[in-house]
């Protein structure tokens, strides 16, 4: 008789283009199926990283809510419970905000003995009713799953208690993000100008993101490199906004939108630097990105940035909400080719030491099972 599978069920938002979308994908495709009967549960089946669960071979169970309390999302409620008591889960893990706080809700209904939370963010982008509000969910969960030491003292700040809290960072798919070939052959194919010095951001259009901060630089970069091409790559609620601010700065000629953009490892491979200018993170997938596809990258020091990013060795930390600071540093990474190769080998080697799915994997199952086998909440 083989060993007795755990019941587990891992719930996510929905499968598009954005980093904790991502992780959750390789992250539970990736999870021992022999120690694990897994149930996933989602709001929306739709976006690009779905393949990767379907291909692990993954139950996915589709709950379409709409605004909280009503109608249809008191339904899937209902219906949510019912499954997670059908299939006698032991383990609940949220990976989001949403799902935290919807599922957090119904624990009671739901009987599932043990709840792992998640934290992928620093809460700085939340009113205070949503704060309030997960750190209820927090309060109730067994573990709180965080991506960055940011995020875990952002927690201990706020006086949870260290043994319920677990850093497990980020992985990257090192050989998806390899660059292989040159940058000339990567733009031929996406049509960019071999002669243009392309400087990309790639995260959704969002208040927290920073794209504005790289815009108000282009003036001055522009200004010795009149050639340079701005990329922003992402979907989201600023894009109105940010078109209206290129217009009006004129701006057009050397700014493109790419929207939800699928092809991230080509785009990493036709760029010069990769920029991220936000004024708050946690962990961000993309700058693993344009590390392990040894791309230099200059972003804002906060939160997991200056985690990932050692100054002046494996990419640049500039001062958020800073846009001369981020000139400035952009524009001796376009004088310094040399510095680019340099920063962009370093960081490669560095993503392929620290941050792998391999090891995210394995913390992630030993909380499962530190909880698993021993079954008792924690004091």
């Known amino acids: 008789m083989g060993a007795h599978r755990h019941n587990l069920c891992l719930f996510t938002n929905r499968f598009g283009h954005g980093g904790t979308e991502h992780q959750f994908a390789e992250l539970v495709s990736r999870l021992d199926q022999r120690k694990y009967n897994i149930t996933i549960t989602c709001f929306s089946r739709e976006g690009e990283f779905y393949k990767n669960v379907e291909d692990a071979g993954l139950p996915v169970f589709e709950f379409a809510r709409t605004r909280w309390f009503e109608a249809q999302t008191i339904r899937c409620a209902f219906d949510w419970v019912r499954l997670v008591r059908k299939h006698k889960t032991e383990l609940l893990h949220t990976f989001d905000y949403y799902t935290n706080v919807f599922a957090g809700g119904l624990l009671a209904f739901a009987g599932v003995p043990l709840f792992v939370s998640s934290r992928r963010d620093l809460g700085t982008m939340l009113s205070p009713k949503q704060r309030w509000t997960v750190r209820r969910v927090f309060l ?32 990257v798919d090192l050989e998806r993000y390899h660059v292989n070939g040159n940058a000339q052959s990567a733009r031929r194919t996406l049509g960019w100008n071999r002669n243009s010095q392309l400087i990309g951001v790639i995260a959704n259009l969002r208040p ?72 708050s993170e946690s962990l961000p997938n993309v700058v693993l990105e344009a590390m392990s596809a040894g791309r230099p990258v200059v972003a804002s020091a906060v939160g997991g940035c200056t985690e990932l990013i050692e100054h002046n060795r494996t990419g640049v930390l500039v001062p958020p909400g800073d846009p001369a600071a981020l000139a400035e540093q952009i524009l001796v990474l376009l004088d310094r080719p040399e510095l680019r190769m340099q920063l962009g080998n370093a960081a490669r080697k560095h993503a392929e030491r620290e941050f792998n799915f391999t090891e995210a994997v394995k913390q992630l199952e030993r909380v499962y099972d530190e909880l698993l086998n021993d079954n008792r909440r924690p004091n």
């Open 208 to 279: 927290e993101k920073g794209h504005k901060i790289l815009l108000q630089a282009a003036a001055a970069i522009l200004q010795r490199y009149p050639n340079a091409h701005f990329i922003l790559a992402g979907p989201g609620e600023l894009e109105g906004e940010l078109r209206a601010y290129v217009a009006a700065n004129n701006l057009n000629s050397n700014v493109s939108f790419l929207g939800d953009y699928a092809a991230i490892p080509e785009l990493l491979a036709a760029l010069d630097i990769v920029v991220l200018p936000s004024i």
């Open 140 to 171: 109730r969960s067994d573990r709180v799953v965080v991506n960055s030491e940011a995020a875990r003292q952002s927690l201990l700040n706020e006086g949870f208690p260290d043994s319920r809290v677990r850093l497990i960072r980020n992985g």
